[in-house]
């Protein structure tokens, strides 16, 4: 076995992992709060897994939502080959590995079109609808370090299901999970509630990331003013600090201002917004009932807005029949707008007054 370099791990789960007969480990990731990690090849399979372990009690193996866990087979959801208590307090699932890791490294490493954006939202909300209405759970914990990407077809897969929660009726509610608080909704905050709405204001979260609006997850004090800087900076204890710097974080989740839809980018159509606010309300009674309601309404933006792709020194707009727009600033830096004709071949368009909101109009025109 390869040094795996877990000693932060508990011994029950190191022993366990070095012990097993089936499966070789090779690698090994610390979580947090998100649990343990190894990666590892099965003997007689042939191919790769992940072993993941999570604090339980001791009979979570037989408990309704693990049942229903090893029973789902949906292209959204990660699949769980096998899930079983580890005494002394641990629960373990076995699950493929995927091939294109997670949707925060693809956020990290290039921006999406619009409609890139938009069909991973519509898979997750696929795979939600599966949970939510076929299985009664919530997931409790969307972010996109727990969303896999399946590199064959793209898929997005809905992972880290060991936070899920059954709520026993439509308008019941579970617990919050020890999730990330950026991804906390407004109720999880206040009154540390979390219902099948919840899971949607996650999901909005994570469409609005995907859309490029402000949320700088990998350099959150980018969030604070100058004054809740300077608050910080006079606490020594580090504790303290970062229970200070929740409850900043906090109050701007319930005011409904940190992932602001007013940052979004500039050329995106009004739609995205009025559908992305909806499903962040700070009321989870005023977000879309259920995620086949939101769904739908993904899907109306796919059809009827074009794909927008921003790169550095233009902005392409991309319509579903063909038609091809690019608009950028010429040597004078003023607006200038081209249509592709055919074959690569571009033509200045010049329908436009000059300014960004009529050069967006024409670009939108099918």
Not at 129 to 157: A, C, F, M, Y
Not at 338 to 363: P, Y
């Amino acid at each position: 076995m390869a040094d795996l370099n877990d000693e932060d791990a508990p011994k029950a789960i190191r022993e366990f992992v070095r012990n097993n007969p089936d499966i070789e480990v090779y690698e090994y990731v610390k979580r947090g709060f998100n649990g343990e990690v190894y990666f590892g090849k099965r003997k007689k399979m042939g191919d790769h897994v992940v072993l993941k372990f999570y604090s339980a009690h001791s009979n979570y193996d037989s408990t309704e939502e693990a049942v229903i866990l090893k029973s789902i087979r949906h292209d959204h959801i990660l699949e769980i080959y096998d899930l079983r208590f580890l005494p002394p307090n641990y629960a373990f699932f076995l699950s493929p590995k995927i091939s294109g890791g997670d949707l925060q490294g693809v956020i990290d490493t290039k921006p999406l079109s619009s409609k890139e954006a938009l069909n991973i939202i519509s898979g997750l909300l696929l795979g939600l609808t599966e949970l939510h209405s076929e299985h009664k759970i919530v997931h409790r914990d969307l972010k996109p370090g727990n969303i896999l990407i399946n590199l064959s077809n793209g898929h997005p897969i809905i992972a880290d299901l060991g936070a899920v929660k059954k709520i026993q009726s439509v308008d019941g509610y579970v617990t919050a999970s020890k999730s990330t608080y950026l991804y906390l909704p407004p109720e999880s905050i206040k009154n540390n509630q979390y219902y099948f709405q919840s899971d949607i204001y996650q999901i909005g979260v994570i469409m609005f990331q995907l859309l490029r609006g402000f949320f700088p997850i990998n350099d959150p004090y980018k969030w604070l003013t100058a004054k809740e800087e300077k608050q910080l900076a006079a606490i020594r204890n580090t504790s303290d600090k970062y229970k200070q710097f929740d409850e900043l974080i906090g109050k701007k989740i319930l005011k409904g201002v940190l992932a602001d839809t007013n940052t979004l980018p500039y050329f995106l159509d009004p739609a995205f917004k009025r559908v992305l606010n909806k499903s962040l309300n700070a009321d989870y009674q005023k977000r879309h009932l259920n995620a086949s309601f939101l769904l739908k309404e993904i899907h109306q933006l796919q059809r009827n807005h074009p794909d927008y792709i921003e790169e550095p020194d233009k902005l392409i707009v991309r319509h579903d029949n063909g038609k091809e727009f690019r608009i950028y600033l010429n040597g004078k830096k003023a607006i200038t707008v081209e249509k592709c004709i055919a074959n690569g071949v571009w033509r200045k368009d010049n329908s436009h007054n000059g300014t960004m909101g009529s050069a967006l109009f024409q670009a939108r025109l099918k």
